[in-house]
């Protein structure tokens, strides 16, 4: 299977920051932009509804991650890469008051990996 989501070893330890801060039910969502930037957002489970206009991209940390169908349709041929960088990110995730933010990086699959990610996504009905 090829992971369409993963984690640098900071986002990992912020992650784990988090977690003991909040409790272990956090989760992320992709967002698209308008008020909180086009970012990973990370929250306690709960606080958005996931839907049908949403695509399970896996998970990092333990925390489940989302992105909207929309929005996966134009980075379906990447891998999101988060990690973490210094100062304010979207306004609604919970890294906000630690002066950190979660950011998203990517990388294009390869034709090889491509081809498996389509074969998955026909096995799974999408």
Request: one cysteine or more.
């Amino acid at each position: 299977m090829v992971e369409k989501v993963v984690a640098t070893p900071a986002a990992l330890e912020l992650i784990e920051f988090l977690k003991a801060k909040h409790g272990p039910g956090l989760m992320f969502h992709q967002s698209g932009g308008c008020c909180d930037n086009s970012a990973a957002n990370c929250y306690l489970l709960g606080e958005i509804t996931m839907g049908q206009g949403d695509v399970f991209l896996g998970a990092i940390g333990g925390c489940e991650f989302y992105m909207s169908k929309s929005q996966y349709a134009t980075w379906r041929h990447t891998q999101l890469i988060i990690d973490v960088i210094e100062g304010h990110g979207g306004t609604f995730s919970l890294e906000g008051p630690e002066g950190k933010a979660f950011h998203t990086r990517s990388r294009v699959f390869t034709p090889e990996e491509m081809v498996q990610i389509e074969a998955e996504e026909r096995a799974a009905g999408h």
